[in-house]
Structures are given as C-alpha cells and as structure tokens.
C-alpha cells in the first residue's frame, strides 16, 4: 500500500550529509523546513561553523545553526527521509532507517546507480519508496560547505518506482521548488535513471581511469568517442529493456558536461581520497542488465572491469 505522508510541514531528514545530502539538506532548511542531519565526518565542524551552500542560479545558504546529529535515534520518527548515502554504504541503512519511521514515512533515495530502491523496498515496503534522480555538479568542498557548480542549478527528477507519478511526487516536487531546487516528476522512474546512467557511465568512470576532470575527457578526441560508445552502450541496453533514449539526449550530455567546467565528479572524489567506488551501482548492475537482455557492452565490460581494479586505491589530489 502507498504511503500518504505530510508533505505541507514535514519533519525531515538527510541520512548521508555529503554533498548531495548536505545540498538538498540546506536547501531545505534554509527555505524554513524541519531539517536534522544524519553527521559522521562533518559532525564537529558543522557544530562549530554551521553549513554553507553555494549555488550559481540562487544566493548562497549559509546556515549558523544547523539541528545534526551523531545517529538516527537521536532524530527520531520523520515525515520525509532523504537517503543520500553512497550505494556502497547501504548494508547499514538497515540499522540506521528504523528510529526515522512512524505509520506514514516516506523514503526518498537520491543514490546513483540501480539497485537502489530494491533494496530499500525490500527493507522497509515498496509503499514507503520513491526515488530521485539528480542531475547537479555538487561537490563537497570542505567539511561543511558544498558547492553546485551547474549555472542553472539543474533538477531532481522525481518518480514512483512502480507507476505514474501521483500526488506524493507531486507536493514533493513542490517542496523542492520552494528550496529552490528544479523539480521534474517522472512518467517512467526506470526510465529516468537508465538516462542518468547516460551521464554517469561514461564520465564518473573515464575519469577516475584516466584521473582527470571531465574537461579533459571532452578535450580529448579518443576520450570522447571513447564517452559516447559508452553512452551508446548504455542507450542500447535501456532499449533492450523496453525504454527509448534518444540520440539527441545523448549528444546533450556533452554540453552539458562542458558547462561545468573542470568538473571533478564524486567517483573521481572518492577515488582520489583512497574510498570504494560505487562500481556495481553505476557500472555492474547496467552491464548485467545489458548482458542478461541479450546486448554485447564491450565498452562497459572493460571500464567495468577497470574500476572493480581501481577500487579503494589512493592516488592524491
């Protein structure tokens, strides 16, 4: 049964203050919602100096008191749950989840990848689930202070894992549109992230094996072709599935891309600092998919195979 929350005054919290959970997090806040942040790294700083959004398309957020906290028993039962944890931290949603919930929680995941909201209905009920898809450049820049480096702020694309969306996806999207976040809702939730792979695929991946921003991806002729074999790769995969993304959606990324600039995306981030990459999200779970729908990824099999290597290794700033 589909979950009814209150959406107009809701409690609501962030479990995983990086820097898509601190963004939407302090977006919200600051827009005067009930925010409490789920803190590990962040906890002292924050305490100490608050939190600071930046953003190009709306003035910053600079929040001097911030309600965070060391666990999810210290928050307590919520209206709205954010789940912006990395996918390979999700083994402890398990623990975290249950002193959020009362009869009407809604969990809202915002992780990359697929596999997501499996996982978290098979926890806690496919009624309670929805999903989010977001197509930002956020980078967490110092504890307690993130940045989105896209000019028009980009957009969260909401939707209901199992339908068209319905009135719960759309007082979410309200509610975002007043932190000023761009709320798209999803005829086709599948659908939205098997695009998002479009994007994350080939440029979280290339990045980190060549460890680079992603202007020297698009600067670079092989590197480039190298990026749209991935993405077609992906594109045929997703119509082996039944869903249709078109060509024009693929030659988009690449402007977009470009208008980040030097964009250093959160694999290259987290593989930079010596953390696992969320390779069986983003990379493993669409080969698999791809392969057991009949479609050859020699592309994907290979970045694939790279980043499983890679995985964990440090290399420096």
Known sequence: ????????????????????????????????????????????AVRERGLYVGRLHAAPVELKEVQCHASTSEIGPCDLVLVALKSTDSAVLEYLIPPLLKADTVLLTLQNGLGNVEYLQGLFGKGRVVGGI??????????????????????????????????RIAALAALMEKAKIIAKTAPDFQLAVWRKLVWNVPFNGLTVVVDASTD?????AQLAALAHSLMKEVQAGAAALGLTIEDIFLERQFAYTRSLGAYRPSSLIDYRAGRPLEVEAIWGEPLRCGLRAGVQMPCLALLYAQLRALSGKRRGV
């Open 1 to 44: 049964m589909t979950v009814a929350p209150n959406l107009a005054s809701p409690r609501i919290a962030i479990v995983g203050s990086g820097a898509i959970g601190s963004y939407f997090g302090g977006c919200l806040a600051e827009a005067g919602f009930d925010v409490h942040f789920l803190m590990r790294s962040d906890l002292a």
């Open 134 to 167: 977001v197509f930002m450049g956020i980078t967490r820049v110092a504890p307690g202070r993130v940045e989105n480096y896209n000019p028009n702020g980009g957009t969260v694309t909401l939707g209901e894992p199992g339908g068209p969306p319905g009135e």
């Open 216 to 220: 020297r991806i698009l600067d670079n």
